[in-house]
């Protein structure tokens, strides 16, 4: 099945509201199909036990009720990945998507009844912001028209984000404000030379988004997207919240970074101590990091130090799907080589012997300087070794869609291993874990039940990840040249000459 948008596009109807409703049907009907896949891919992988079991431990996972947080309140909590596929995409018959983005928007907007905090980039979720006419853009004026009513439903909305706008021309966020919507402008230049790149929901304080996805029309029908969403935790929301609350702050006029940052933006919930939570019957482990630096208070996981961690936990394998890797600084003055990742990554596989597999984004923006650091990567590869370091390139393709600018590619950034699922918000270089606003979840969970139909996370995100590794999108290193929508072609043919 490919996205649940294939049709739609074609099956437009210029009536607003029998739209939203074909929309909604076509949506949901997807999703049932989805979820059903889904649920009888089967268990490829040894299960994945708490970090702290030594694996082979084959003991029965017990939930000790008081040691649960979310139980404490009684919340059913549960756990749902979330994608979107840019349209045209056309997959195998048999593969299988999480959740999609729009519905899970419109879920959480449907939902909500007292609050929707928002923390994003940019907002542009209509064509008409960047002067392009195409009917894609109607999930995104459909978003953007549910968080105007918002207000109507005496649901507070709050909403920080990056100052100056990286969409000047768009004027969602003048209407939302008209309609009584809270928006506060952090200038993050000023603050830490970086930027607001975080992209976190927050509703009612116990349901939560994270993820890849911008407040744009195309995250939703042109750009690749990955995320989850946790309804009913409402520590994991609070958690959340305190990120929030620390742009909401750095907001007002004249802030500047605390040092240190005031107590009520303390952290008990890290590394050391994630939340332990029953999802659907699963023991689990959550944390939240967070990034620069400066912006973690007392107790708060680096997001860069959460990756890491992740990395050496890892006794088989760690996939990753990122937009971009830079082993080096981007936007520094002077620029740096920063081999923190890529030492973790290339220490794995010498050392224990564990598999990487990196599919990075090659779209028609990408920048052709990082070809060499890929090459450099791959060719640490020698089976014969036992050392394993493989890196595909995702191309999605442009086909008619060329009119819309910076779209088409692979905006996902996130990381699976044999123990852990890990979703963030950031490229990989330097500069996202050093001055650029972002976040990272770390999910790790107990075996479910043999008969429970329940998959978690992990094994949800590695599906995702085998399903692009082995699809026709993505290209080897060596494959570039025949790859027309990726900017590196040329830059592979001058290398190899
Ligand atoms: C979660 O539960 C553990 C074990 O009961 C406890 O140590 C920890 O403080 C709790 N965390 C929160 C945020 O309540
Ligand atoms: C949250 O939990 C309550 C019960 O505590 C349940 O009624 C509700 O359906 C759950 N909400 C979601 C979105 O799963
Ligand atoms: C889908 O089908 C292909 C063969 O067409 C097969 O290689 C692959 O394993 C299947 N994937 C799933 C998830 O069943
Ligand atoms: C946008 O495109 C549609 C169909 O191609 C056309 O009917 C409409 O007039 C265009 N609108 C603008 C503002 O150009
Ligand atoms: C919103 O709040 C106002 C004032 O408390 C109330 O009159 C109105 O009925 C509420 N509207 C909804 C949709 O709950
Ligand atoms: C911000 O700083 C300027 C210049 O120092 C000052 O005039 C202004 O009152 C300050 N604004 C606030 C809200 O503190
Ligand atoms: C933030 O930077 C702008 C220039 O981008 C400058 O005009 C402004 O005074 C700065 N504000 C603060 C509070 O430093
Ligand atoms: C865990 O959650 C499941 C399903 O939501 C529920 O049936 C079970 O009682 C919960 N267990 C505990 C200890 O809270
Ligand atoms: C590679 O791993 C296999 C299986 O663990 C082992 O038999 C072999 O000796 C290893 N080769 C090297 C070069 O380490
Ligand atoms: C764009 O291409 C897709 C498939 O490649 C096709 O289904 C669709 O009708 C095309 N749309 C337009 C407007 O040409
Ligand atoms: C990193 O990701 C953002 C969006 O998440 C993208 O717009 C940007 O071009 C990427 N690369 C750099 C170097 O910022
Ligand atoms: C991190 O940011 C600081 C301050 O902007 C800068 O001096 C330093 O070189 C940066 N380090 C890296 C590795 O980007």
């Known amino acids: 099945m490919s996205s649940p948008y294939r049709n739609l596009h074609d099956s437009y109807v210029p009536n607003r509201w029998s739209y939203s409703r074909l929309l909604t049907l076509a949506l949901t009907a997807g999703c049932v199909v989805v979820l059903g896949a889904l649920l009888s891919i089967p268990l490829l992988e040894k299960s994945t036990h708490d970090t702290k079991q030594k694996s082979g431990n084959h003991k029965e996972p017990t ?5 649960l947080n979310c139980s404490v309140v009684a919340e059913k909590s549960r756990l749902v990945l979330v994608e979107s596929v840019p349209l045209h995409m056309k997959y195998e018959a048999n593969a299988t998507f999480g959740t999609h983005l729009y519905d899970a928007w419109k879920d959480l907007l449907d939902i909500a009844t007292k609050s929707v905090d928002v923390t994003s980039f940019y907002w542009s979720l209509t064509g008409d912001d960047i002067s392009v006419n195409s009917s894609t853009d109607i999930p995104g004026r459909d978003i953007l028209q549910v968080f105007e009513d918002l207000p109507l439903r005496n649901v507070t909305v709050r909403v920080a984000t990056n100052f100056p706008p990286l969409a000047p021309h768009s004027t969602d966020l003048d209407i939302l404000e008209s309609k009584g919507v809270h928006v506060k402008k952090v200038n993050f230049m000023n603050l830490t030379k970086g930027v607001l790149h975080t992209k976190i929901w927050i509703v009612d304080m116990k349901h939560v988004y994270i993820g890849s996805a911008n407040m744009d029309w195309r995250s939703l029908t042109q ?8 309804y009913n935790c409402s520590q994991l929301a ?7 609350q620390s742009y909401w702050v750095l907001g007002d006029q004249n802030a500047s970074i605390p040092d240190p940052w005031p107590s009520e933006f303390d952290t008990t919930i890290n590394r050391e101590h994630p939340l332990v939570v029953n999802i659907s019957g699963v023991p689990s482990r959550i944390f939240v990091a967070g990034s620069p630096p400066s912006l973690c208070p007392a107790g708060r996981t680096k997001d ?17 799907a990122v937009m971009e890797y830079f082993p080096t600084s981007r936007f520094t003055h002077h620029r740096l080589y920063w081999p923190t990742i890529e030492d973790a990554l290339k220490r794995a596989a010498f050392e224990r012997q564990i598999s990487i597999r990196l599919l990075i984004s090659c779209g028609r923006d990408t ?25 595909k390139l995702f191309v999605v393709p442009v086909g008619n869609q060329s009119n819309i600018p910076y779209s088409r590619v692979n905006h996902n950034k996130y990381m699976v291993t044999d123990k852990v699922a890990y979703i963030g918000t950031s490229n990989w270089s330097s500069d996202y874990f050093n001055t ?12 479910p039940h043999p008969n429970s139909a329940e998959q978690v996370l992990q094994k949800q995100l590695r599906g995702v990840f085998e399903r692009d590794w082995n699809s026709q999108f993505t290209v080897a290193l060596a494959d570039v040249g025949y790859s027309p929508d990726c900017a590196f072609t040329e830059g592979l043919r001058g290398a190899s000459l």
């Open 436 to 447: 650029t606003a972002g976040v990272g979840i770390v999910v790790s969970q107990d075996a």
């Open 238 to 244: 609070e958690d959340l919240h305190k990120i929030f």
């Open 63 to 67: 939930i000790q009720g008081k040691s």
């Open 304 to 320: 860069l130090d959460a990756i890491l961690t992740v990395i050496e936990g890892a006794e088989q394998f760690v996939d990753v």
């Open 367 to 391: 920048d052709p300087s990082m070809l060499p650091y890929l090459l450099s990567l791959n060719a640490f590869h020698q089976p014969a070794e036992n050392i394993s370091v493989e890196v």
């Open 223 to 230: 750009v690749k997207e990955l995320g989850m969403v946790m």
